[in-house]
């Protein structure tokens, strides 16, 4: 069923953060049912709205990081390109920023 997509560990752990992240946001909710909230983005939001702009950020900087890998070893005169743990640090650290303060 899943042959077709590349399953290494980053990848895996990646999707069973966000599958983890959806289960705790929808029991949070039912627990405490959230409000509108104006934080750095440029519009008032709730928690689900918080998440999914902050899941369609980490996706988009995982999309960048893969495309610009191999560019980056040539840049930083690397032997192999970067591992891509960066760019799920980098991802899941701007994730938490726009929960917490967007």
């Known amino acids: 069923m899943f042959d077709w997509m590349v ?7 990646f999707f069973t953060c966000i599958a983890l992240m959806l289960v705790g946001m929808t029991v949070w ?3 405490s049912p959230t409000r509108l909230r104006k934080g750095f ?3 008032a939001t709730t928690r689900g709205d918080r998440l999914f702009i902050g ?3 980490a ?8 495309g610009l890998a191999e560019k980056m070893a040539t840049w ?3 032997s192999e390109e970067p591992s891509v743990w960066i760019s799920f640090v980098l ?3 701007v994730l938490a920023l726009i929960m917490r303060k967007g």
């Open 55 to 57: 899941l369609l950020t």
């Open 76 to 78: 930083l005169s690397l």
């Open 91 to 93: 991802s899941m650290t």
């Open 7 to 13: 399953w290494t560990t980053p990848v895996a752990v």
């Open 29 to 31: 909710e039912i627990k």
């Open 41 to 43: 983005l440029p519009m």
């Open 59 to 66: 996706a988009y900087i995982n999309l960048i990081f893969v």
